[in-house]
C-alpha cells in the first residue's frame, strides 16, 4: 500500500505491505453477534493488516480481527481496484491469491 503522512506533505510515499480491513455489516444494525458479547463489533471498524498467503487464513484473520463467530457467514469484496469502477467486488477463494499483492482496502461483509 502506498502510504503518505498527511501530516508531514513533503515527506516520501512510503510502499508499506499492509492492507486495510474494514468491517460492514448488510443491514441496518450496527452490531454484529461477536464472539465476545461484552465487545460488539461496529461498522466504522478499520484496522491495518498484513494479507495472509491464503484465502482461508484471511477469512480467519477477519473472525479474529473483528471477534466474529465461526457460524457467521462473511463474504470478502474490495471496490479498490480501477476494474471495479468503484462497484464493490466479489474475491473469490480461487482468485485470492492472484490479487493478493494488489489488495489494499477489503471489506469483510457479515450476511
Given at each position: 500500500?502506498?502510504?503518505k503522512s498527511?501530516?508531514?506533505p513533503n515527506s516520501p510515499v512510503e510502499d508499506i505491505p499492509v492492507s486495510i480491513l474494514v468491517l460492514a455489516r448488510i443491514g441496518r444494525d450496527p452490531y454484529i453477534i461477536t464472539s465476545e458479547p461484552q465487545?460488539?463489533?461496529k461498522i466504522s471498524g478499520h484496522t491495518f493488516v498484513h494479507l495472509p498467503e491464503t484465502?482461508?487464513?484471511l477469512v480467519n484473520l477477519a473472525r479474529?480481527?473483528?471477534h466474529l463467530h465461526e457460524n457467521i457467514q462473511l463474504r470478502i469484496t474490495t471496490d479498490?481496484?480501477?476494474v471495479c469502477?468503484?462497484?464493490p467486488v466479489h474475491i473469490t477463494?480461487?482468485?485470492y491469491g492472484s490479487l493478493r499483492d494488489v489488495l489494499d482496502y477489503l471489506r469483510v461483509e457479515v450476511q
Open positions: 500500500m502506498k502510504i498527511k501530516l508531514s465487545h460488539p463489533a484465502f482461508q487464513a479474529i480481527t473483528f479498490n481496484l480501477d469502477h468503484n462497484a477463494e480461487d482468485v
